[in-house]
């Protein structure tokens, strides 16, 4: 984190993205962020450990405040965008309810097996969809700045 910390404000200012606006309202909301995402919180503190040990000046060298920079635009940024595209993502298949499984099950079903036939492949495309919605929200979770991306966005 403390890479990160000399320029998170000039993310916010000029990017956008889940950091804009937050602010902490106080320490018990912080508290209460920090155990609920506990678990995205120790890939976070891995990938700062690996963001750290890639930085090669310290940070009371005027070369730190470059490299963090670069970290932040390589390796940062990208992943946050990344994670923006998988919440898309994943807002899209929840505010298209029904999935395109159970509809080509559907259309599949009524020319070529009888009723029954149809709500089997219906069945198995809804299950398939809560599957792959599942497995979205187990990508999301599991990414190294899902941490850094979920507190902003809750702090804001």
């Known amino acids: 984190v403390v890479l990160l910390r000399p320029i998170v404000g000039q993310r ?3 990017t956008g993205g ?3 606006g937050a602010q902490p309202t106080g320490m018990d909301e912080i ?3 920090r155990e609920e995402l506990s678990r995205p919180l120790v890939r976070f503190r891995a990938e700062m450990s690996v963001l750290a040990r890639a930085t090669t000046a310290s940070s009371v060298e005027p070369q730190f405040r470059d490299e963090a920079k670069d970290h932040w635009i390589e390796r940062v940024v990208p992943a946050l965008q990344e994670l923006d595209e998988l919440v898309e993502e994943k807002r899209l298949r929840n505010h298209f309810k029904v999935p395109v499984d159970a509809v080509v099950g559907v259309v599949t079903g009524v020319f070529t097996g009888p009723p029954l036939g149809v709500a089997a492949a219906v ?3 809804i299950a398939g969809e ?3 919605r599942a497995d979205l929200n187990r ?3 599991q990414r190294p700045y899902y941490f850094l991306y979920e507190t902003a966005r809750r702090l804001s």
């Open 139 to 141: 990508q999301i979770r």
């Open 130 to 132: 809560a599957q792959r």
């Open 123 to 125: 069945a198995t495309g």
């Open 18 to 20: 889940p950091l804009q």
């Open 12 to 14: 916010t200012r000029t």
């Open 31 to 33: 508290l209460d962020v």
